[in-house]
């Protein structure tokens, strides 16, 4: 059965690859974890954009959990998704592979799941249509959404209130 308004989770899947190279690693000669951040954000987003056709921007990092260390000489490919969709907000999902281009061997060395917000014309939060999961891996994330979202929602209030506990002043003060 599809919703009105909702897309496939496979129209919003999105993929980015890249070779890792010396510059991009640390002292351990594996890619820098900040690096691999900012590739899960940029393929993220731009699954949350392909799903929604709409401008976006990041609402909260759930988790991003290394699992494998990716080295020098591999090549790091992600794939995210929509897995979920709410009113205006959607969560993406983003598994990162490695794979050693001289063995073959691959393993999936982080997992991390994200949310997003669709602008409209005028930079306020717009409507976007829901994610209908076809497989059963889409079905089980489309799924636990709701208890990661119910997470979240605990996780965001937390967060202000530490925020107004320690407030802007300066450390020395």
């Known amino acids: 059965m599809i919703i009105v308004n909702s897309k496939p989770v496979k129209q919003s899947r999105t993929v980015l690859s890249s070779y890792v190279l010396p510059p991009d690693t640390n002292n351990h000669h594996t890619l820098?974890?900040?690096?691999?951040m900012a590739y899960i954000d940029d393929v993220a987003a731009r699954a949350a954009m392909?799903?929604?056709?709409?401008?976006?921007?990041?609402?909260?990092?759930?988790?991003?959990?290394?699992?494998h260390p990716i080295r020098v000489d591999n090549e790091v490919s992600l794939e995210a998704f929509v897995t979920w969709a709410g009113r205006t907000s959607m969560e993406v999902f983003v598994?990162?592979?490695?794979e050693d281009l001289h063995t073959g061997q691959r393993k999936v060395c982080a997992t991390s799941f994200l949310t997003y917000v669709a602008l409209g014309e005028d930079g306020l939060p717009t409507e976007v249509p829901k994610a209908f999961p076809e497989t059963p891996q889409e079905k089980l994330l489309h799924d636990s959404a709701p208890a990661r979202a119910e997470a979240r929602s605990k996780r965001r209030v937390e967060s202000k209130e530490w925020a107004a506990m320690f407030g802007t002043s300066f450390p020395w003060e």
């Open 32 to 36: 820098f974890g900040g690096k691999l």
């Open 50 to 67: 392909r799903h929604s056709r709409r401008p976006v921007v990041t609402a909260s990092t759930d988790s991003i959990d290394f699992l």
């Open 95 to 98: 598994k990162v592979i490695a």
